[in-house]
Nanobody, 123 residues
Framework: DVQLQASGGGLVQAGGSLTISCAAS????????VGWFRQAPGKEREEISC????????YYGDSVKGRFTILSDYAENTVYLQMHRLKPEDTAVYYC????????????????WGKGTLVTVSS
């Protein structure tokens, strides 16, 4: 049974930083693609980033390029999203997701999803 758990969300002031994490059971991150997505109230889900061992960070959405960094600790089977220079528009529920693929080429077709962690950026 595959389970993904995102954690580390919270309230942060605009301009601040926050790192959220995604841990998995029943799924090995090191062999596969892991991504971060977010969904703000009333908006569609947005792809944030994706990483594989073979490609490294393979994708960043335009809205977060230069501010967010996806990192992996495959020994701990955990993937992180470092978020810097946060803006109120970054407020959303952040989800991690994974799929059985060594490439992020089809990152939008993730197979497994965690429950999400809420990030709130105050102005």
């Amino acid at each position: 049974d595959v389970q993904l758990q995102a954690s580390g969300g919270g309230l942060v002031q605009a301009g601040g930083s926050l790192t959220i994490s995604c841990a998995a059971s029943g799924f090995t991150f090191g062999d596969n693609a892991v991504g971060w997505f977010r969904q703000a109230p009333g908006k569609e889900r947005e792809e944030i980033s994706c990483i594989t061992r073979a490609e490294g960070p393979a994708y960043y959405g335009d809205s977060v390029k230069g501010r967010f960094t996806i990192l992996s600790d495959y020994a701990e089977n955990t993937v992180y999203l470092q978020m810097h220079r946060l803006k109120p528009e970054d407020t959303a529920v952040y989800y991690c997701a994974a799929m059985y693929s060594s490439s992020c080429h089809r990152y939008y077709a993730m197979e497994y999803w965690g429950k999400g962690t809420l990030v709130t950026v105050s102005s």
